[in-house]
Structure formats: structure tokens, C-alpha cells
């Protein structure tokens, strides 16, 4: 996503972190928030592609304040620097997870270390970087903004260890909505989009009819700017009129 547009002042900026923006719907979100005017801090665990997603949208945005901190949000040192690097934010948005065991297989031959895994990369680090942050958040009166899933609603063959840990961290949003009235809680689906996890979910098959990330990009940058109230969203119900 090139942008054009410059960002307003520095000293009138937001600051929003963004885990997992090497690629795909993070890095996509990454241009969008900052044409928005937001300075970003963004994560992945690929530092080289980290870096080389920051410079070509600060090349297409010039003035962006994007920091690339590169780690695992599973890791929680990574997590902890990730604090001390982004400092006080307006918004958190945990893009980060993983898909877990693939090719997917049945609930009946989930490996049990693997679905663990996803746990921990899809549920146990992003709510652990929400209490890390949740502070700030209350303070500044900020948003978190967790991606999710149609998995986590739907009994869709062989997705069982991603529905499952995204349907946690649905459930972990609502209730956090429910006891965090100072700030904005939203889960968020983004349709099936053209990315590498998709991929990797359906191996040989051509998913080039899905739809680029940055296409859902103006939907949740409505989310953030308007401050739509707290709950789960699909992006496409949020496409700006």
C-alpha cells in the first residue's frame, strides 16, 4: 500500500503498535494507520522483512515514524521490549498468530504440542501484551483491536486448533470489553484475504481470487478514527459509504 499523503505533526500523533507486520493484513494496516497520522511500532519475528516492510512505506509515505522492533510476541523479553520501545499508545492491535498444524488436520489427529502452540501465539500473547499495555490504554482512553476469525464461529473441517484458539480470544475480548468501559475493545474478522497463512491453509491451490489486505484496510481505520463502540466486527460490514 503506497501512500501519498503526509502525516500531521509529529507532536499530534497517536501511536499505535501492530505485532506481525512483516507482511500481509500487518503491514497493510501499517500504511494505512500511518497515512492516518499515526506513528507505528510494529513487530514480526522475520527482522530482515520487518525492516525492509518499514522503509517501503516510509518510501511511499515520506515523514511516516514507523520503529521495527523485531521478535516473537510468544517470547515474553520480546514482549517486555516491545513495551519499554513503544512506550505509552493509543491503540494496540494484535495481528500476530499463527495458523498452527498444516496441512489441517482433524480434531481427532490434532497434535496436542502443536495446538498448544497455537494457544499460546493466537490467545496467551495477546491477551499478556493487553495487560502489559492496558494501563496506558485506560489513561489515554485507547483501543485494542484484535484480529480474528470466521474460524471462530464456524465448524469449518480441519480448522478446529485455529477456530479454537480464535474463539478464545473472542470470548477473552468480550469479557474484557465488559470490564474495561474506559477504553475501546473490538474483535475483528477480515474475510478470507490473499495472504501467506492463507496459503499455507489450502497448499496448491490457487487463492488468487481472494481479495489484497489493503482492501480491508479503509474498513478498520473507520474503526479506529471513528471509535465505533466496542464488539466484534466483520471488515466488510465496516467499508466506508
Known amino acids: 500500500m503506497r501512500c501519498r499523503s503526509h502525516p500531521p505533526n509529529v ?26 497520522g499515526y506513528a507505528v511500532v510494529v513487530d514480526a519475528r522475520n527482522g530482515e522483512a520487518l525492516r525492509s516492510a518499514a522503509s517501503d512505506i516510509r518510501a511511499g509515505l515520506p515523514g511516516a515514524d514507523i520503529t521495527a522492533v523485531p521478535g516473537d510476541v510468544t517470547d515474553p523479553a520480546h514482549r517486555s521490549v516491545l513495551r519499554a520501545a513503544a512506550g505509552e499508545i493509543d491503540l494496540l492491535v494484535n495481528n500476530a498468530g499463527t495458523l498452527g498444524a498444516a496441512p489441517l488436520p482433524a ?14 501465539a493466537n490467545v496467551i500473547a495477546p491477551v499478556a501484551l493487553i495487560q502489559l499495555f492496558l494501563p496506558a490504554l485506560r489513561e489515554r482512553g485507547g483501543a485494542v483491536l484484535n484480529i480474528t476469525s470466521d ?14 484458539a480464535k474463539a478464545a480470544l473472542e470470548q477473552a475480548s468480550n469479557v474484557l470489553a465488559a470490564e474495561e468501559t474506559a477504553i475501546r475493545v473490538w474483535w475483528v474478522d477480515p474475510g478470507d484475504l490473499r495472504t501467506d497463512m492463507h496459503q499455507a491453509a489450502f497448499p496448491g491451490q490457487d487463492i488468487s481470487d481472494r481479495p489484497l489486505p489493503e482492501s480491508v484496510v479503509p474498513a478498520l481505520v473507520r474503526l479506529v478514527t471513528e471509535r465505533l463502540p466496542s464488539g466484534r466486527y466483520r471488515a466488510a460490514e465496516l467499508v466506508p459509504a
Open 11 to 36: 507532536e499530534t500523533m497517536k501511536k499505535a503498535l501492530i505485532t506481525g507486520a512483516s507482511r500481509g493484513l500487518g503491514r497493510a494496516l501499517t500504511a494505512g494507520l500511518a497515512a492516518a
Open 107 to 120: 480434531m481427532a489427529d490434532y497434535p496436542p504440542d502443536e495446538l498448544r502452540d497455537a494457544f499460546e
Open 151 to 164: 474460524a471462530a464461529v464456524e465448524p469449518y473441517a480441519g480448522w478446529g486448533g485455529y477456530g479454537a
